[in-house]
C-alpha cells in the first residue's frame, strides 16, 4: 500500500563537528532510497528544534504528496508510525460523509456523516447557486457552510476514534462539479449557464489550511470532466475498476442528475442529464428522504398494501426505494396500465382536483401525477443507457455488468426496478449496487497514490455525451416512459411476470 502520506521512522546521528550538516539535511539524507525527490515545509522546519534534540534524533517524520513530490509536514519525537491515517469524504448535495483510514493497513477506523449546510441556502443546488450568482459574500456563505459540515463531520471522526485530525496528512474530496466549485469558493453560475464551461475542473492538492480545514496535510479532490460530469463519477470510475475491465460495463449514478458511463479499458463513453429529483421523493406529494418514517418497500397481496418503514412506526411517506417498489406492484396487480394510469380494478381510489389516487396508508395518498413524474425520471435513465449502447453498437445482452451507483441503487429491489423499466431486463446477477461508489473511490485513491495515474488514463480516453443536443432524444424518452416499455420483447422477465397473474 502506498497512500498519500506516510510516516518514517529515523534513527539518527547527532550533528558534530566533523559532521555539521544542517538538521534539515540531516533528515532528508536519512531517508530510505527510492521515495524519491522530498522537501520539508516551513512549519516543520520550525519545529526541527528542540524535538530532534530531546528525542536524541530517534524521530518519526510524517511526509504528504504534494501533486509533485513528497513534502515533509510535521516531525515528531519518538516512533509514532503506529497513528498514520487519512480521509475519505464524499461531498454530497444532501449529505457529507467521511471515512477516517489506517493509511497503514487500510483499515476504517471510524465513519459518519452529516446533513450539507448548504441546504440552509436552498434544497435544490440550482436555489443555492443562484442565490450566490454575482455575490461573492454570498458566495463566500456557502462555502463557509460547506467547511463547517467538513469540521462537523471531522469531529464526530475524532470522538468516535479518540485521535486527533489534525495530524492528517491527506484528504481525498469527491463530489460533483458544483459541489467542488461551493467547497472551493469558485462561482459556480457557469455550470449550469451556456457555454457551460465551469471555472475549473482539475483542482489539484490543496493544503488543509488553505480551506480551513483542521489538517496538517493536503485535499486532493477528485477532477471533474464536464458540467454535469463530477469526480464523483469519475471516483466512481475507480471504485468499480470498470475502466481495467475487459468486458463492456455501463454505470449508472441516478439523482437529481443521471450520470452514465459505458466502456472498459479501450473506451468510455459518458454523458448526463436531468433525471429530476422523484427518486428522491422531490416530486411525489408524500415523497420524503430515506430517514425515520419512511416507507423503503412495499409489497400488495390481495388489496392490501404491506409497508415497510425506516426505524419502524407510523409509515410519514415514501423514499425512492418505496416508490419504485409501489409503482411496480401497482403495475403487476394490474391496477395502473401502461401509461402509469389507474385502472377500474384498483380499489378505494379517491379524487383530488381531477387527479386520481390511492391509499396506500394512513391519511397517505399516490397520485397518478407522482407516477408520471416517476416515469419521466425512469424514462430519462432508460434513454441514456439505449442511447449510449446504440451509439457503440452494443445490445444489451453484451453488456458484462450492469453497475448503479447510490444510496438510492443501494436500497432498490432489482425485481422492482426492471419490472418498471428502470433497469434493463438481463441475469439479475449481473445488476450490480455499487453503494457509495465516490465515497469507496475516495478511499481507494487515498490508500493508492499509484491511483492517480489510472485517473489521468480515464480523463485522457472519456468521452463526454451531451444528451441536450441528441436529435430523438425525447422521442427515445417517450416510448421508454411506459411501464417497462413500448417495446415489451425487451422485458421477457416482466411479460412472464403478468402471464402469471393473468
Known amino acids: 500500500m502506498d497512500a498519500l502520506s506516510k510516516k518514517i521512522y529515523l534513527i539518527l546521528e547527532p550533528p ?84 477516517l483510514i489506517d493509511l497503514n493497513t487500510g483499515r476504517v477506523l471510524a465513519q459518519s456523516s452529516a446533513y450539507n449546510r448548504q441546504i440552509a441556502f436552498g434544497e435544490d443546488i440550482l436555489t443555492r447557486v443562484f442565490y450566490c450568482k454575482g455575490q461573492p459574500a454570498r458566495l463566500e456563505e456557502v462555502r ?106 455501463v454505470f449508472l449514478d441516478i439523482g437529481t442528475n443521471g450520470e452514465l458511463v459505458v466502456g472498459n479499458r479501450d473506451f468510455l463513453l459518458s454523458g448526463a442529464g436531468a433525471a429530476g429529483p422523484a427518486l428522491e421523493g422531490g416530486v411525489v406529494k408524500t415523497g420524503m428522504r430515506a430517514v425515520d418514517g419512511a416507507v423503503s418497500a412495499v409489497r400488495l397481496e390481495e388489496g392490501t398494501f404491506h409497508l415497510t418503514v425506516l426505524g419502524g412506526g407510523t409509515p410519514k411517506g415514501l423514499c425512492g426505494s418505496g416508490i419504485v417498489d409501489l409503482i411496480a406492484q401497482l403495475y403487476l396487480a394490474g391496477y395502473i396500465d401502461l401509461r402509469g394510469k389507474f385502472t377500474q380494478d384498483a380499489p378505494h381510489l379517491v379524487e383530488e382536483n381531477g387527479n386520481i389516487g390511492i391509499g396506500y396508508g394512513p391519511g397517505l395518498y399516490f397520485w397518478e401525477s407522482d407516477i408520471q413524474a416517476f416515469l419521466n425520471t425512469k424514462a430519462a435513465a432508460n434513454t441514456m443507457v439505449e442511447y449510449m449502447l446504440d451509439q457503440i453498437g452494443i445490445p444489451m445482452e453484451q453488456v458484462d455488468r450492469f453497475y448503479v451507483a447510490g444510496a438510492f441503487g443501494t436500497h432498490l429491489d432489482k425485481e422492482s426496478a426492471v419490472t418498471i423499466g428502470l433497469y434493463p431486463d438481463m441475469e439479475r446477477q449481473r445488476i450490480i449496487s455499487a453503494g457509495n461508489s465516490s465515497l469507496e473511490g475516495a478511499q481507494l485513491l487515498l490508500c493508492n497514490k499509484d491511483k492517480l495515474v489510472l485517473l489521468e488514463s480515464i480523463l485522457g480516453k472519456m468521452e463526454y455525451v451531451q444528451f441536450g443536443a441528441v436529435a430523438d432524444f425525447i422521442d427515445r424518452m417517450r416510448a421508454a416512459k411506459a411501464i417497462p416499455h413500448t417495446d415489451m420483447r425487451r422485458y421477457p422477465s416482466v411479460q412472464e411476470k403478468l402471464a402469471k397473474r393473468k
Request: charged letters at 20%; proline letters at 5%.
Open 16 to 99: 558534530t563537528e566533523e559532521d555539521p550538516r544542517a538538521d534539515k539535511q540531516r533528515i532528508l539524507d536519512g531517508l530510505p532510497e527510492g521515495i524519491g525527490h522530498v522537501v520539508m515545509g516551513l512549519k516543520a522546519m520550525r519545529s526541527l528544534y528542540p524535538i530532534c534534540e530531546k528525542a536524541n534524533w530517534r524521530i518519526t517524520v510524517s511526509l504528504a504528496w504534494n501533486g509533485s513530490c513528497w513534502e515533509i509536514y510535521r516531525i515528531e519525537p519518538g516512533d509514532t508510525r503506529i497513528r498514520s491515517f487519512g480521509i475519505a469524504a464524499d461531498l454530497g448535495s444532501t449529505t457529507v460523509c467521511m471515512r
Open 144 to 249: 463557509l457552510a460547506t467547511i463547517e459540515t467538513f469540521r462537523e463531520v471531522m469531529d464526530e471522526l475524532s470522538q468516535k476514534s479518540g485521535l486527533d485530525l489534525t495530524a492528517c496528512g491527506a484528504m481525498v474530496v469527491a463530489g460533483n462539479t458544483t459541489m467542488m466549485h461551493f467547497l472551493l469558493g469558485l462561482d459556480p453560475f457557469s455550470v449550469f449557464a451556456s457555454p457551460y464551461a465551469p471555472r475549473a475542473s482539475e483542482f489539484g492538492f490543496l493544503r488543509g489550511e488553505e480551506l480551513g480545514l483542521p489538517i496538517e496535510g493536503y485535499v486532493y479532490c477528485y477532477p471533474c470532466l464536464a458540467n454535469y460530469l463530477g469526480g464523483d463519477i469519475i471516483s466512481g470510475m475507480i471504485a468499480t475498476g470498470l475502466p481495467e475491465r475487459e468486458g463492456i460495463s
